[in-house]
Nanobody, 121 residues
Framework: VELVESGGGLVQAGGSLRLSCAAS???????MGWFRQAPGKEREFVAA????????RYADSLKGRFTISRDNAKNTVYLQMNSLTPEDTAVYSC????????????????WGPGTQVTVSS
């Protein structure tokens, strides 16, 4: 599975961004996750979604602001981010795994290169 993120950029605090993750290869039955890593910090889980889109998981601190979704016809997963704050500044990466959609980064063998999100105050 190959993954490419897009949609990152510079946004003012309070604004919104929608990230996309385009997948190619053998994508059937893949659970997808979004993770982020801020400068000087460890990678952290953001959100995950099952293959059918019926199960979603979110980091507790992000519930209500971020929404993960997918369109399997387009092999694309989205992350809608609202009410952004400077603390959301990070490189956002999508990841894929076969079966399930966990919150642990090491369970995902396939990763995209990431897209930078910068939120100005």
């Amino acid at each position: 599975v190959e993954l490419v993120e897009s949609g990152g950029g510079l946004v003012q605090a309070g604004g919104s961004l929608r990230l996309s993750c385009a997948a190619s290869g053998r994508t059937t039955s893949t659970g997808m996750g979004w993770f982020r890593q801020a400068p000087g910090k460890e990678r952290e889980f953001v959100a995950a979604i099952s293959w059918a889109g019926t199960i979603t998981r979110y980091a507790d601190s992000l519930k209500g602001r971020f929404t993960i979704s997918r369109d399997n016809a387009k092999n694309t997963v989205y992350l809608q981010m609202n009410s952004l704050t400077p603390e959301d500044t990070a490189v956002y990466s999508c990841a894929a795994r076969y079966y399930g959609s966990g919150t642990l980064a090491y369970t995902y063998p396939y990763w995209g290169p990431g897209t930078q999100v910068t939120v100005s105050s």
